[in-house]
């Protein structure tokens, strides 16, 4: 007994909507109310996570692995975030002279502002 499949979307042969496939099929409501997340990658060459891109899945597994499958499929990447874009607060652009200008009144935050003793070596 074969299941009747077509090619869809440019995914290849589907399942046939009503076809028994082993595993249940989540609607397109139900795939359009899966939060969004965040993805990052850190690559083998830097100390720091990248913004990737974005994407829809049903929970924090479930994005990683999509995340690996769609952002990493050159081998690219030797760690992945995926946070939900929910969780994200981010300043405004427009707010960012009265956000960042208190540091520019702290010198002393800058290395430049202490004198190195003459007996440290390799700072």
């Known amino acids: ?14 399942p046939v909507e009503g076809v028994a496939t082993g595993t249940p099929t989540p609607t397109r409501a139900s795939r359009r109310d899966w939060p969004l997340w965040e993805v990052f990658v850190r690559g083998r060459r830097g100390l720091a996570h990248t913004h990737v891109g974005s994407l829809h899945a049903p ?7 999509n995340a690996r499958d769609v952002y990493t499929r050159r081998q690219e990447g030797v760690s992945l975030w ?3 874009a ?7 652009p427009d707010e960012r002279d009265p956000f960042f200008a208190p540091a520019a009144d702290k010198a002393y935050r800058h290395p430049t502002f202490y004198e190195v003793p003459e007996g440290v070596q390799h700072l």
């Open 86 to 92: 929910a969780a994200i607060t981010a300043s405004s």
């Open 1 to 14: 007994m074969s299941a009747e499949v077509r090619a869809e979307g440019g995914h290849g042969a589907v």
């Open 82 to 84: 995926v946070v939900p």
């Open 59 to 65: 929970d924090a597994t479930m994005a990683l692995r």
